[in-house]
Every structure is written in structure tokens, then in C-alpha cells.
């Protein structure tokens, strides 16, 4: 078991983010999950992630406010405990219309080229 406490949480900085502050929650440490790791995101009115496709599948799950996601030709807003996953190698932007701060858990695997602690 590992128990990791909020307030030991590091930042990270995500390619192709703005207005993103994120926190790994757990994953690429000694202990932790040997083939996922989550994260934090905290999205200010205005900020996002995308349009961009990673090779890897993902989930968000919203705890706090609102986000839009598009992928796949679609559009849905997502609101607190909603979640969505997005295939590997899909596009996908998500976006904070809101005028409040947005807080996403998300869940991915790590990437073919690194492996937990």
C-alpha cells in the first residue's frame, strides 16, 4: 500500500496546456501502480488542453465545475462525477467555458517507454 498525502503532491507540466495547473496524484514512484498513474487538474475559465492524439487511452473523471471535451466529431460538457474515455490515438480538446475553476481526476497507463518506480 501506498498513501501518498495531498499536500506531498508535485506539479507537472502537461505538453499542449494552458491555464492547467496538474498534480500527479500517483504513478512513477517505487509502490505505486504498476500500470497507470493519475493526475489532478485544476483548469482556469478559459484554459485547456488540445487539440491534440496521444497513443495512449485516457479517462477524466470532472469533480468540480464543468468541462467541454471534443472528440470524434462530437461535443458533450461534462459536469461534476461525469466522466469520459478517450481512445488511444484519438484527438481530443477540452476546454473550460466556464467563468469558474474546473478540477478533472485523470486516469492514463504510463507510456511503452517508462515503467513505474
Do not use: C
Amino acid at each position: 500500500m501506498l498513501v501518498k498525502r495531498f499536500n506531498d503532491t508535485k506539479s507537472y507540466e502537461a505538453p499542449n496546456h494552458r491555464g492547467v495547473h496538474s498534480l500527479r496524484l500517483q504513478g512513477f514512484e517505487e509502490g505505486g501502480p504498476k500500470n497507470f498513474w493519475t493526475g489532478l487538474s485544476h483548469i482556469l475559465p478559459g484554459g485547456g488542453a488540445g487539440p491534440d492524439a496521444t497513443p495512449l487511452e485516457k479517462v477524466y473523471v470532472v469533480l468540480e465545475g464543468e468541462v467541454t471535451v471534443r472528440a470524434e466529431g462530437q461535443e458533450v460538457v461534462l459536469r461534476e462525477l461525469d466522466s469520459v474515455t478517450i481512445g488511444a490515438g484519438v484527438e481530443r480538446e477540452v476546454l473550460n467555458r466556464s467563468n469558474a475553476m474546473a478540477k478533472m481526476l485523470v486516469v492514463m497507463p504510463y507510456p511503452p517507454t517508462q515503467k513505474a518506480g
